[in-house]
C-alpha cells in the first residue's frame, strides 16, 4: 500500500426530519462531513444498501463576475426518501455524467449509470456550439450501492483478475523536472521508487501545452500534427485557433496525426481520454467512447473518481487507455514564479492526487495489472519585470498580424513586407533571436506547417514579450514564471515517471523526448502503431519484457 489511509471525505446524509418549509426556502441542511476513518460500513456488506429516487448532490457553476470563469459550489439536492441505515452515511460520491441545458442544470436518468461520462452516441449534439462561458453544465453525483467507482472512503470494487493491458497517462500541467524532489512529493517519489524515473523528458518545441500534450499522444512534432501553438491562424481554413475558442477545439480539422485513443478504437478497445486537448474532436472520423468537454472548475478528487469509475466497468465496456489532467501547479506557477510557497501547494495537491488514484487502484486489486504514468508538458522559467522585451519599440504592429506572443512570437506581415520586418527585428534586441519559418533550426523540428507564419522570434530564457501598453498597465504581471521556450532548455524539461505491470522495478532511465511516448503506449496496449517521429527503441530500455508484448495477469 503506497497509503496508510486513503484521502478523501465522505458525506453524511441530512436528517430525515428535515424541514419541508426550509427545503422550499433553499435552507435545506448540508451535508455534514466526517473523516474516512468513522466510516464502517455494514457488517457482512461491500456498499450501503441505497434508493436512488432523488438523493442527488449536484454542482452548480456560479459566475464570479462577467470576466472570471465558473466556480463549482457544493450545493444539497432535496432529499425525498429514506437514504438507508448505513452508519456514518452511504459511502462517498463519484463523478457519473456532465449534461449541459438551456434550460438550466438537470441530471439525466440515463446517464447515472456505471458508465462514468457520457459517450459521443448519448453526447448531447448542440454542447460545442454553445459559447464556453455561457454553457451551463451540471455534474450529477449520486451515491452507489456497490455498482459504481467508490470514492477513497469506501471499499471499492473489485475488477475480475483477467484484466486487458491498461494504460492510465496522467498529465500534470508544468510539472518541472526538479519538482519531485520537493518536499510535498512523497507519493510521487514513492511510485518512482517503485517503477521507473527519468532524469527528465524533453517537451517539442515550442514548450507550450496543447502542442506538447498532443505530441504525446500522437508521437509528432507539433510541426507534423499541426497544433503548432496555442494561438494559432490557419490560411486555408481563415479562422483562428485559440485554447478558450471552443468551436476551433472541438473541430477536427485542426488536428492532424493519429492520438493514440484513434489507433486503439480503430483496433476494437476502448478509450477515456478526459480533459484531454484533442479529445473533444472528431479525428479521422472517430471519437473516443468516453469524453467530456474540458472544465478547469471541476476538483481534482472528482477527476481522479471518474478514471476509477470507468475501471469499474465490466470488461466489454472497461476502457484501456484514460488520461488525467491537473492544472494546479502551471496556474500557480505562472502567477506567482518557481520557488514561491504557492507552486509548493499545488505540489501537495497533485501529491494527493496521486495517492488518490493508487489508492483507488489498490482497493480495486488493479495496482499490479494497470500501468501508470505520471508526466508533463512542459516546465517553467521564472520571468521578471526587468526582463521584458516591448515590440512596438521596434516596429509599427499595426501593419502586422500577430499570431501568438510569448515568449515565441509569430508574426505574419503582408507578403510584400516580409523583408522588411524581418531586417527590422533580425538584430534588434539582444535577447530576441529572430528567423524567417525557414530558417529555424533544424533540431528545432519547426517551420515547415503551413500555420507557422512568415517570421518567428524566440526570447531568451526567461525574457518575455509584449507590448508598452501592456506592460505599463500591469508590471507586476510579468514577476511569475512562463514556457514555451527552447527546448533544449534544463528548465523546460519536466518529470517522467512510470510503474506497473509493463516497467521494471526501481530503475532509472536516461532523459527522452516526449515523441516516444505514443510508441511506448501503443506497444504497451498491444497496438499497431500509426507512423510516428518517435520510435520504441528509444524507451524500450524501462520496460521489464523489452522485446515483447506485455502478458495480462
Not at 32 to 49: E, F, L, N, R, W
Not at 235 to 249: E, K, M, Y
Not at 336 to 360: F, K
Request: proline fraction near 9%; glycine fraction near 8%.
Amino acid at each position: 500500500m503506497l497509503l496508510q489511509r486513503p484521502f478523501g471525505r465522505c458525506l453524511r446524509p441530512p436528517p430525515d426530519h428535515a424541514d419541508d418549509q426550509d427545503r422550499s426556502k433553499g435552507n435545506h441542511p448540508r451535508t455534514k462531513a466526517h473523516s474516512c476513518s468513522s466510516y464502517k460500513g455494514v457488517p457482512g456488506k461491500q456498499a450501503c444498501p441505497v434508493r436512488l429516487t432523488g438523493g442527488l448532490i449536484t454542482y452548480r457553476p456560479k459566475p464570479e463576475s462577467s470576466n472570471h470563469g465558473l466556480r463549482w459550489q457544493e450545493r444539497l439536492g432535496s432529499y425525498r426518501s429514506s437514504l438507508g441505515h448505513c452508519p456514518g452515511g452511504p459511502p462517498g460520491p463519484n463523478i457519473l455524467a456532465v449534461q449541459c441545458s438551456r434550460e438550466g442544470w438537470r441530471p439525466d436518468a440515463n446517464w447515472l449509470l456505471s458508465s462514468g461520462f457520457w459517450s459521443p452516441r448519448r453526447r448531447l449534439h448542440h454542447l460545442n456550439r454553445q459559447p464556453f462561458m455561457n454553457r451551463r453544465l451540471s455534474v450529477a453525483v449520486a451515491f452507489s450501492f456497490g455498482v459504481l467507482a467508490p470514492s477513497a472512503c469506501s471499499p471499492g470494487r473489485v475488477v475480475p483478475e483477467s484484466v486487458r493491458p491498461t494504460v492510465i497517462l496522467v498529465s500534470v500541467d508544468g510539472l518541472r523536472w526538479d519538482y519531485i524532489d520537493r518536499p510535498a512529493m512523497v507519493n510521487l517519489r514513492r511510485l518512482a521508487a517503485a517503477g521507473v524515473r527519468a532524469p527528465g523528458i524533453v517537451p517539442a518545441f515550442p514548450t507550450k501545452t496543447f502542442p506538447n500534450h498532443y505530441t504525446m499522444v500522437t508521437g509528432l512534432y507539433p510541426d507534423h500534427h499541426g497544433i503548432v501553438a496555442n494561438n494559432m491562424w490557419d490560411p486555408v481554413l481563415q479562422a483562428r485557433f485559440g485554447l478558450s475558442i471552443r468551436d476551433a477545439v472541438a473541430d477536427g480539422r485542426w488536428w492532424g496525426g493519429e492520438p493514440i485513443w484513434v489507433t486503439a478504437e480503430q483496433q476494437g478497445q476502448r478509450t477515456a481520454p478526459m480533459f484531454w486537448p484533442g479529445s473533444e474532436a472528431e479525428i479521422r472520423g472517430i471519437r473516443p467512447t468516453y469524453w467530456v468537454p474540458y472544465d478547469g472548475d471541476i476538483p481534482d478528487a472528482a477527476r481522479v473518481d471518474s478514471v476509477l469509475a470507468w475501471l469499474d466497468l465490466p470488461p466489454e465496456r472497461r476502457p484501456t487507455f484514460l488520461t488525467l489532467y491537473v492544472s494546479a501547479i502551471d496556474e500557480a506557477g505562472h502567477r506567482y514564479g518557481t520557488r514561491s510557497l504557492e507552486v509548493n501547494d499545488g505540489l501537495a495537491r497533485v501529491d494527493q492526487v496521486i495517492a488518490r488514484l493508487i489508492a483507488g487502484l489498490e482497493s480495486r486489486r488493479l495496482r499490479d495489472k494497470v500501468d501508470v504514468i505520471v508526466t508533463t508538458d512542459h516546465g517553467m522559467a521564472d520571468t521578471s519585470p526587468e526582463t521584458v522585451i516591448l515590440m512596438d519599440d521596434y516596429i509599427d504592429l499595426a501593419i502586422v498580424r500577430v499570431v501568438d506572443w510569448s515568449p515565441v512570437i509569430a508574426i505574419a506581415p503582408p507578403p510584400d513586407r516580409i523583408d522588411e520586418v524581418y531586417r527590422t527585428l533580425a538584430h534588434a534586441h539582444p535577447h530576441l533571436q529572430v528567423y524567417r519559418k525557414e530558417d529555424i533550426p533544424a533540431r528545432l523540428h519547426y517551420g515547415t506547417h503551413p500555420r507557422i507564419p512568415a517570421i518567428i522570434g524566440i526570447a531568451d530564457e526567461g525574457w518575455s514579450i509584449t507590448t508598452r501598453a501592456r506592460f505599463e498597465e500591469n508590471p507586476a504581471w510579468f514577476a511569475g514564471a512562463n514556457h514555451g521556450y527552447d527546448n533544449a532548455l534544463e528548465s523546460m524539461k519536466g518529470v517522467f515517471v512510470a510503474d506497473g505491470p509493463s516497467f521494471k522495478d526501481g530503475a532509472r532511465a536516461p532523459s527522452f523526448q516526449n515523441i516516444h511516448l505514443y510508441a511506448l503506449m501503443a506497444h504497451i496496449l498491444g497496438l499497431v502503431p500509426a507512423a510516428t517521429d518517435g520510435s520504441l527503441d528509444s524507451v524500450r530500455v524501462m520496460l521489464r519484457i523489452p522485446g515483447g508484448a506485455v502478458a495480462v495477469p
